[in-house]
């Protein structure tokens, strides 16, 4: 979708299909072409439209003119960035329905220019998405190609651009995030994630390659790759290299296990299912890198990805062989299904060379975070409550929502070995926790978290979405994690 903003109103707009974004209790009458004024009027005398948030209606002219679309943003008391988000999605879900080739929003007069433009536009992108890679030649995609965003003469179009620009490159994370996750994984492999690392203008990206890692005694990380015939890569992309000395540094570290058939404990066939999104955490922080070198913060962000498929072979690791990771660390295999947690310790190593104020691993890890906490949030581990809370009030922000869980001594306890340093699982009943505690082991950061999206990440198999959320796609990947951590690189200096 292409989206641009213009000085103006929708009065001086006779054809498409025209937004406009209405509180609870609002008459927008003055504000919509002439041929609407009828049936707009007519509406909100019958009360089946009363702005309540959620709420999104279709009106026809009269006589020959654009078609409206209303979307209610509830009491202007309760007013936030997020309901003119969400309630520009909601609106064009429903502009899609109409096929609708040329939308005009009126922007609402209501929060600054700046911040109501970025909402809008984060809105429009997220609930317009759609994948289309492997649409049949010919195929038209439904989403409206073209979005003008108007600002009235109240409003400073300036800052309302500059708004439409950060909204559009948030949201430009997440899709990239759908994008790499929706694809199937004889496409997706690691050097395609590899390739989409590279692709990202403004970054400095390098792909460490098989030998690369054996020198670094990536063990763990190999163990996991020797299975597949498929080149293991490890990506890292840095935004502000050049500033490392005089800036913060924050590791951003995502899983990318392009397809997992859980090896030897191999996974049932309706496990299976999903397994091209067990690189959803390496797919979060490519797409994140994307909006960071575009939004240009000032902060140093390293994004690290390991990428590697679990397969089975010959040289596949079994249950009971020993891998030795880059900090020297021995680790017994119980699982060789548990192989998320084996890349991503030999990333958290490497993680240390950059002295980082914090470390952030994302991953599809467990299902037992499914169990946990269903598809309503994602798990949140930490070891320090400050990063804890930042990461908390990014996720409120964004609408990416965090639960915190406990990492309680016992779990530690239940990693015990008694032929290598720690197993890289326990008994099903402590998955969640053992799961983190063993993460917990392979970092020096004083500041680390993990959050676990397994439940969230939106691909079948994996927990059921709520779809109805017009922030999210009607089917598959959701892109979570990728918004959640543009929003906290943003918000990394101000108090939480």
Same mark, same amino acid.
């Given at each position: 979708?292409?989206?641009?903003?213009?000085?103006?109103?929708?009065?001086?707009?006779?054809?498409?299909?025209?937004?406009?974004?209405?509180?609870?209790?609002?008459?927008?009458?003055?504000?919509?072409?002439?041929?609407?004024?009828?049936?707009?009027?007519?509406?909100?005398?019958?009360?089946?439209?009363?702005?309540?948030?959620?709420?999104?209606?279709?009106?026809?002219?009269?006589?020959?003119?654009?078609?409206?679309?209303?979307?209610?943003?509830?009491?202007?008391?309760?007013?936030?960035?997020?309901?003119?988000?969400?309630?520009?999605?909601?609106?064009?879900?429903? *502009?899609?329905?109409?096929?609708?080739?040329?939308?005009?929003?009126?922007?609402?007069?209501?929060?600054?220019?700046?911040?109501?433009?970025?909402?809008?536009?984060?809105?429009?992108?997220?609930?317009?998405?759609?994948?289309?890679?492997?649409?049949?030649?010919?195929?038209?995609?439904?989403?409206?190609?073209?979005?003008?965003?108007?600002?009235?003469?109240?409003?400073?179009?300036?800052?309302?651009?500059?708004?439409?620009?950060?909204?559009?490159?948030?949201?430009?994370?997440?899709?990239?995030?759908?994008?790499?996750?929706?694809?199937?994984?004889?496409?997706?492999?690691?050097?395609?994630?590899?390739?989409?690392?590279?692709?990202?203008?403004?970054?400095?990206?390098?792909?460490?390659?098989?030998?690369?890692?054996?020198?670094?005694?990536?063990?763990?990380?190999?163990?996991?790759?020797?299975?597949?015939?498929?080149?293991?890569?490890?990506?890292?992309?840095?935004?502000?290299?050049?500033?490392?000395?005089?800036?913060?540094?924050?590791?951003?570290?995502?899983?990318?296990?392009?397809?997992?058939?859980?090896?030897?404990?191999?996974?049932?066939?309706?496990?299976?299912?999903?397994?091209?999104?067990?690189?959803?955490?390496?797919? *979060?922080?490519?797409?994140?890198?994307?909006?960071?070198?575009?939004?240009?913060?000032?902060?140093?962000?390293?994004?690290?990805?390991?990428?590697?498929?679990?397969?089975?072979?010959?040289?596949?690791?079994?249950?009971?062989?020993?891998?030795?990771?880059?900090?020297?660390?021995?680790?017994?295999?119980?699982?060789?299904?548990?192989?998320?947690?084996?890349?991503?310790?030999?990333?958290?190593?490497?993680?240390?060379?950059?002295?980082?104020?914090?470390?952030?691993?994302?991953?599809?890890?467990?299902?037992?975070?499914?169990?946990?906490?269903?598809?309503?949030?994602?798990?949140?581990?930490?070891?320090?409550?400050?990063?804890?809370?930042?990461?908390?009030?990014?996720?409120?922000?964004?609408?990416?929502?965090?639960?915190?869980?406990?990492?309680?001594?016992?779990?530690?306890?239940?990693?015990?070995?008694?032929?290598?340093?720690?197993?890289?699982?326990?008994?099903?009943?402590?998955?969640?926790?053992?799961?983190?505690?063993?993460?917990?082991?392979?970092?020096?950061?004083?500041?680390?978290?993990?959050?676990?999206?397994?439940?969230?990440?939106?691909?079948?198999?994996?927990?059921?979405?709520?779809?109805?959320?017009?922030?999210?796609?009607?089917?598959?990947?959701?892109?979570?994690?990728?918004?959640?951590?543009?929003?906290?690189?943003?918000?990394?200096?101000?108090?939480?």
């Amino acid at each position: 979708m292409q989206i641009q903003v213009h000085s103006g109103n929708l009065k001086s707009r006779p054809t498409g299909v025209h937004i406009l974004l209405v509180f609870e209790g609002e008459s927008p009458v003055d504000q919509c072409h002439p041929s609407l004024a009828g049936p707009l009027t007519s509406l909100l005398a019958s009360g089946d439209f009363k702005g309540a948030a959620g709420q999104v209606t279709t009106l026809y002219p009269a006589q020959a003119g654009p078609r409206l679309v209303l979307a209610g943003l509830g009491p202007s008391e309760t007013l936030a960035s997020s309901c003119i988000r969400r309630a520009t999605a909601q609106a064009i879900r429903a *502009a899609r329905e109409i096929a609708a080739d040329e939308l005009t929003l009126q922007l609402p007069h209501c929060l600054p220019a700046a911040l109501t433009a970025e909402a809008a536009c984060e809105g429009a992108l997220l609930g317009g998405y759609r994948f289309h890679r492997f649409d049949v030649p010919g195929y038209s995609p439904d989403a409206p190609p073209k979005l003008d965003v108007l600002v009235d003469s109240g409003q400073e179009i300036c800052a309302a651009r500059e708004g439409a620009r950060i909204g559009c490159a948030i949201a430009a994370a997440a899709c990239l995030a759908r994008d790499l996750v929706n694809t199937p994984a004889n496409y997706c492999t690691p050097a395609h994630l590899a390739e989409a690392a590279a692709a990202i203008a403004g970054l400095q990206t390098v792909v460490l390659e098989r030998s690369d890692m054996e020198s670094l005694g990536m063990g763990s990380l190999l163990g996991v790759a020797q299975g597949s015939e498929t080149p293991p890569k490890f990506i890292i992309m840095e935004h502000n290299a050049d500033r490392a000395d005089s800036l913060d540094t924050l590791v951003l570290a995502g899983k990318g296990i392009t397809f997992d058939t859980g090896g030897y404990s191999m996974k049932s066939v309706t496990g299976m299912v999903g397994m091209k999104s067990d690189m959803g955490g390496g797919a *979060a922080v490519i797409g994140a890198m994307q909006a960071i070198s575009a939004l240009q913060p000032e902060l140093h962000v390293v994004g690290l990805v390991p990428a590697v498929d679990n397969l089975v072979s010959a040289q596949a690791i079994r249950p009971q062989d020993v891998l030795v990771a880059s900090n020297g660390l021995s680790i017994e295999i119980i699982s060789t299904d548990a192989e998320g947690r084996l890349i991503l310790a030999d990333a958290l190593v490497y993680a240390a060379r950059y002295e980082p104020a914090a470390v952030i691993d994302i991953a599809t890890l467990t299902g037992s975070c499914v169990t946990a906490l269903g598809s309503a949030a994602a798990g949140l581990f930490s070891n320090h409550d400050g990063l804890r809370d930042k990461l908390l009030a990014a996720a409120s922000r964004s609408e990416e929502r965090l639960w915190p869980l406990p990492l309680f001594p016992e779990y530690d306890k239940a990693l015990e070995s008694q032929v290598a340093d720690l197993r890289n699982s326990a008994a099903p009943s402590t998955g969640v926790g053992t799961s983190a505690a063993f993460l917990q082991r392979f970092t020096t950061c004083p500041a680390w978290a993990h959050l676990d999206i397994a439940g969230v990440v939106g691909i079948e198999g994996l927990g059921s979405i709520d779809r109805s959320d017009p922030l999210l796609p009607e089917k598959g990947a959701t892109g979570f994690g990728a918004r959640l951590f543009v929003d906290l690189v943003r918000h990394w200096g101000s108090p939480v």
